[in-house]
C-alpha cells in the first residue's frame, strides 16, 4: 500500500494516548482522517489544532452500538483499531469469572466484530491494523523457564491468566480474546489484518492526563502505589520493561499499514530494561528526582531477550532509543507538571 498518501482512513480510540498521537502521525503524512471516539467534543480539544486539521473529521462511535462505526469507515481505504477497554480488574467478590464473561470481555468481543462488520459494509477499507498489547506476551515456557527470545509467537495462554489472576488480568483476557476475534473475523470475511503489539510505550502525550504507560513507567520516581505494582508485574511477566516511544510506535502502525507484505503479529519494541536498568536511567538523566528504594527487588540484568526482529526484517526502523524513551518521558511529565524538575 506504498503511496496511500492523500487516502481517508480511519482511526478508532483518538482521545487515547496512541490513538491522539497516531492522528498527529497520520496528518503530518498528508492522510485524510476520520477520528473516532464515544465522546467526540473531547476528541475535538484535543486534535483540531493539530497541523492538517483541515484533513480531520471526527465521529461519534461506540463498539458497543451496532453499525456504529458505518459512517466513519464509509470511503476509507484502511482502519486502525486502537480502542480498547481499559478495565484491568473488577470489584466482584462473587462469581468473578462469570461476571467478567459476560460484563467485559463479551462486549469487547462484540464490540471488535460491529467494528469489522462496518470495514466489510464500507467496501473500500483495504487494510486494517490492531493494536493489540505486550500484555498478550510471555517470557516464560510452559514450565515457569524462561525463554532466551520473547517473539510475537510466544503468547500469553488464557487458561494461565484465568489461574493466577495477576495484576492487570482482565486486560490481558479483553486483548486476548478480541485479537483472536480480529483475526478470526478478518479470515471469514476477507479482511486483510495485521496486528501491532505495543510495549510499555512513552515519550510526550496529546492527552489532557498523564498517559497511565508513562505514570508505571516512572513510578520508581513518584512511588504512586497504584501503579508501580503494574510495572512489578510486567517485570515478572517478562524479565524486564520493554519499551518504545509514542513516535516510533505510530510510524510502525503506518508502516505496516502502507507495507503490503505485512502479515500476522509484529512486537514493537526498541528495547528493554530491567526495573534496576531504568532506575540507573532515570537517576543518570534526573539526579535530583530518584530514589532508589526500589532496586534491591530485582534481578540487574534482562533473562530473555524480547525481540522485534520481525518488524526491522520488514524494513521498519527506530528513529529513538531507550534513552530517548525515559528522557522525553521526563520532560513531558514536568512540562505537565506530574513532576517538580
Known sequence: ??????????????????????????????????????????????????????????????????????????????????????????????????HVRRNILEPAVRGTRNLLQ????????KRVVFTSSISTI?????????????????????????????????????????EEEAFKFAKENGIDLVSIIPPTVAGPFLTPTVPSSLQVLLSPITGNPKFYPILVSVHSRLGSIALVHVEDICRAHI?????????????????SCTIPQIVDLLSSEFPNLISTRFEEEFNRSAPSVISSEQLLDLGYRFKYDVKDVIKESIQSCIRNGLLDN
Request: with cysteine; glycine share 8%.
Open 118 to 125: 462496518s470495514c466489510v459494509r464500507s467496501g473500500t477499507v
Open 255 to 271: 508502516f505496516l499499514f502502507e507495507t503490503s507484505e505485512a502479515a500476522g503479529r509484529y512486537l514493537c519494541s526498541v528495547g
Open 138 to 178: 510471555t517470557a516464560k515456557d510452559e514450565t515457569g523457564d524462561w525463554k532466551p527470545v520473547v517473539d510475537e509467537s510466544c503468547v500469553t495462554p488464557a487458561n494461565l491468566v484465568w489461574k493466577t489472576k495477576n495484576s492487570g488480568w482482565v486486560y490481558v483476557l479483553s486483548k486476548l480474546s478480541t
Open 1 to 98: 500500500m506504498k503511496g496511500s498518501h492523500e487516502k481517508t482512513v480511519c482511526v478508532t480510540g483518538t482521545t487515547g494516548y496512541i490513538g491522539s498521537w497516531l492522528v498527529r502521525s497520520l496528518l503530518q503524512q498528508g492522510y485524510h482522517v476520520h477520528a473516532t471516539a464515544r465522546d467526540p467534543e473531547k476528541a475535538s480539544r484535543m486534535l483540531s489544532t493539530l497541523e492538517g486539521a483541515n484533513r480531520l473529521k471526527i465521529f461519534r462511535a461506540d463498539l458497543n452500538e451496532d453499525r456504529s462505526f458505518d459512517e466513519a469507515v464509509k470511503g476509507c481505504v484502511g482502519l486502525f483499531h486502537v480502542a480498547a477497554s481499559m478495565e484491568f480488574g473488577t470489584s466482584v467478590k462473587e462469581n468473578i469469572e462469570d
